[in-house]
Nanobody, 128 residues
Framework: VQLQASGGGLVQAGGSVRLTCTAS????????VGWFRRAPGKERELVAA????????YYADSVKGRFTISRDNAKATVYLQMNSLKLEDTAVFYC??????????????????????WGQGTQVTVSS
């Protein structure tokens, strides 16, 4: 099983980036997907998540109103649209999957326990 996160890059503050998560060896349509990020010097945190059928979503307070998570199960793809990017959004972004529904996690150990499959990460750098 492999998750692949892509779409990161260098973007100016206020700009937008769309991240994409795909999977191989995993039926993504039966799994919830979470987008996590690890900023320099900080722990990995959950920023958004979506249930297996897209029926429910979660956003961390820090990204509400700016980020949108969505999925296209026909394409076995999950997206994270990030708008109005801030300098503090600079991080490595990871997608992770778990069966059916998302779970909010507060620590890295919880994240590793609750989310079974992880991608390799994609760097998003927001510049001034």
């Amino acid at each position: 099983v492999q998750l692949q996160a892509s779409g990161g890059g260098l973007v100016q503050a206020g700009g937008s980036v769309r991240l994409t998560c795909t999977a191989s060896g995993l039926t993504l349509s039966t799994h919830a997907v979470g987008w996590f990020r690890r900023a320099p010097g900080k722990e990995r945190e959950l920023v958004a998540a979506i249930s297996y059928n897209g029926g429910s979503t979660y956003y961390a307070d820090s990204v509400k109103g700016r980020f949108t998570i969505s999925r296209d199960n026909a394409k076995a793809t999950v997206y994270l649209q990030m708008n109005s990017l801030k300098l503090e959004d600079t991080a490595v972004f990871y997608c992770a999957a778990r069966p059916l529904d998302w779970v909010v996690v507060r620590t890295e150990s919880e994240a590793d326990y609750e989310y079974d499959y992880w991608g390799q990460g994609t760097q998003v750098t927001v510049s001034s």
